[in-house]
């Protein structure tokens, strides 16, 4: 039996000791919020060296970034997976899909069980800054968003708009939606006030003779997805 190579060996366990340095600080990050973390404590439940951690990441802002982007990669893959599941069991038109999708984004803002909440929408934005926030919305939340607008603009459910800059306004407009709901001292309260704020902003979209007038606005009825949540770690 051919031996694993030395080179095997070192590279498997770097990815081990990554993969734990990455999973301590996503507990700590969740559990306390990055200010509160310190990287001695991340050290000590990974279980490895300060300086194993300084070999994989520049500081700690270079680790929590690597946590967000788990974080928000987990929650992109939930969004999908969910609407997935909902369009096998109850397919749907494109417009129907957009705004269930919408739905399904504001909801998980709300969430306390989840790592989305605090590390992304809280502390994301303030430990990284606008840019890499905004390009971790770009990588995880554009294809998906400029899809089920296409979808929607081949079924003429909306108007034939440039899908790129509406790509763009409307994640920036999900994306402080979403702040919004987290940094709300009553977060299920916010989430209601911007359901219908988001409601009438996206009516906007919707093509005269495309629907009866008086359904224009009308967002399905969503429930928070507790089974396609990536559960705290």
């Known amino acids: 039996m051919t031996r694993p190579r030395r080179e095997d060996r070192t590279a498997e366990t770097k990815a081990h000791t990554r993969a734990a340095l990455v999973a301590a600080a996503r507990r ?15 050290v000590a439940d990974a279980r490895v060296t300060r300086g194993a ?3 994989h990441f520049r500081d700690k802002a ?4 690597e946590v967000m982007k788990e974080v928000a990669s987990e929650v992109a893959d939930a969004l999908v997976e969910s609407e997935l599941t909902r369009e096998a069991r ?14 399904s984004l504001l909801d998980f803002s709300t969430r306390t069980d989840t790592d989305f ?13 606008n840019d890499a926030w905004n390009t971790l919305v770009e990588t995880h939340g554009y294809r998906l968003l400029s899809q089920w607008l296409e979808r929607a603009i081949a079924e003429k459910a909306i108007d034939p708009i440039p899908v790129a800059p509406l790509t763009r306004l409307v994640a920036a407009l999900l994306a402080e939606a979403s702040l919004y709901i987290a940094r709300a001292a009553d977060p299920l309260a916010a989430r209601q006030e911007t359901g219908v704020a988001l409601d009438r902003l996206m009516s ?3 093509r005269l003779d495309s629907r009866p ?13 507790d089974d396609a949540a990536p559960a705290a770690q």
């Open 28 to 42: 700590r990050f969740a559990e306390q919020g990055y200010a509160a973390t310190g990287t001695e404590e991340i």
């Open 53 to 55: 951690l300084y070999h």
């Open 62 to 65: 270079d680790l929590f970034q």
């Open 90 to 103: 109850e397919p749907s038109d494109a417009w129907t899909q957009l705004c269930t999708g919408f739905q």
């Open 117 to 129: 909440q605090r590390i992304v929408l809280v502390d994301g934005p303030a430990v990284l800054g």
């Open 204 to 206: 906007g979209l919707v």
């Open 213 to 225: 007038l008086e359904t224009m606005g009308t967002w399905p009825a969503s429930e928070p997805a």
